[in-house]
């Protein structure tokens, strides 16, 4: 086998994970109205994973052999510090906060980072030592850029939790809900490689890279708390039929296994019919406990409408009727304050 060979899965894998970036790129270039610095820094964004995949694919295939592990893990992890330094200037645009405070601590940084690369500067060899952990003045690059990273993901994250707190639009706090996780696996997949311990093809970026472009560039976003209602509903259910199957049919077992002509399968049989009748009523149950933790209201649009209805059938003066219609409205809707305009 080459050097270079396509057939090759030490290639092929980290290529295939660098193309699936193009559809997000795609999906920056089909940008909506409003949002165009916010999808060039996620174009930006897919662009530069894209480039660190294919550098990946060429390195685990043969074809960097000059560059060693160490060498590789440092170039990964100027990469991930300018994928943090974009993602910083990303929270600023989206949210509409000027990203000059970013643009100048990143000029520092990479000032920074070329005068530390450069060796310019006389160094003792020894930079920083304590116990078993020792610095030197060639890895005093990768220290700054791991600095430089902690500084931009820990302003990209406090940036996005400070509008969730000062914003009181509910679609807002809704899209600005799924930066956590996304946050998330960035700080995973880009600490794994800090610490060097990278997951080959860097799975966790291009997920995060995803959903960061699906949260910037569509403009309809399904509601975070409902999918949650859905997933822990539906995890909860599972585990106590499942946890009632058990813990039933071991106690039904150990009490009557002495008796003659006895019967697991039809014992099973009976038990799965009684779990099917007791299905139904377990849902309710494990919903309104979720909606209660939760604090969902699920409201409806059928009594709403019908008390509305009631409300406004003796009514003939517009104000009391524009009165009761927004009262209507607010009560149900749980907001403070309303206005109709006629």
């Given amino acids: 086998?080459?050097?270079?060979?396509?057939?090759?899965?030490?290639?092929?894998?980290?290529?295939?994970?660098?193309?699936?970036?193009?559809?997000?790129?795609?999906l920056a270039g089909l940008r909506r109205t409003g949002q165009e610095r916010t999808a060039a820094l996620i174009f930006l964004y897919a662009l530069?994973?894209?480039?660190?995949?294919?550098?990946?694919?060429?390195?685990?295939?043969?074809s960097l052999s000059q560059l060693n592990?160490?060498?590789?893990?440092?170039?990964?992890?100027?990469?991930?510090?300018?994928?943090?330094f974009l993602m910083d200037l990303a929270a600023h645009v989206f949210i509409r906060r000027s990203p000059i405070g970013g643009l100048l601590v990143g000029?520092?940084?990479?000032?920074?980072?070329?005068l530390l690369l450069d060796q310019q500067m006389q160094l003792p060899r020894v930079v920083w030592s304590s116990g078993n952990l020792v610095l030197t003045d060639d890895r005093l690059g990768v220290a700054w850029a791991i600095a430089g990273w902690l500084v931009f993901m820990s302003d990209a994250a406090f940036t996005v939790s400070d509008a969730f707190q000062k914003s009181q639009q509910p679609l807002l706090r809704n899209r600005l809900t799924y930066c956590l996780p996304a946050f998330l696996l960035i700080a995973i997949n880009d600490g794994l490689i800090l610490a060097g311990t990278e997951i080959p093809t860097n799975p966790l970026r291009l997920l995060a890279a995803a959903v960061l472009g699906y949260v910037a560039l569509t403009h309809d976003l399904p509601d975070v708390r409902q999918i949650m209602r859905r997933v822990l509903v539906y995890l909860i259910t599972v585990f106590l039929i499942m946890t009632c199957y058990v813990l039933g049919v071991g106690f039904v077992e150990a009490a009557f296994q002495v008796l003659p002509h006895f019967n697991p399968l039809f014992l099973g049989a009976v038990f799965s019919l009684f779990l099917a009748i007791l299905f139904t009523p377990l849902l309710g149950l494990v919903r309104?406990?979720?909606?209660?933790w939760l604090h969902i209201d699920q409201g409806d649009?059928?009594?709403t409408l019908q008390e509305y209805s009631r409300n406004i059938s003796n009514i003939l003066e517009?104000?009391?009727?524009?009165?009761?219609?927004?009262s209507t409205i607010m009560e149900n809707l749980h907001v403070q304050h309303g206005f109709l305009f006629l």
């Fill in 1 to 26: 086998m080459t050097a270079f060979d396509p057939a090759s899965t030490s290639f092929t894998l980290p290529a295939m994970a660098a193309a699936l970036y193009l559809p997000i790129m795609v």
């Fill in 48 to 62: 530069i994973g894209a480039g660190l995949g294919i550098f990946e694919a060429f390195w685990r295939g043969g």
């Fill in 69 to 84: 592990a160490v060498a590789f893990g440092d170039i990964e992890a100027y990469g991930a510090l300018a994928l943090a």
């Fill in 107 to 114: 000029g520092v940084v990479g000032v920074g980072l070329v």
């Fill in 288 to 292: 309104r406990f979720v909606d209660a």
């Fill in 301 to 303: 649009p059928a009594r």
């Fill in 318 to 326: 517009m104000e009391r009727l524009a009165h009761v219609a927004v």
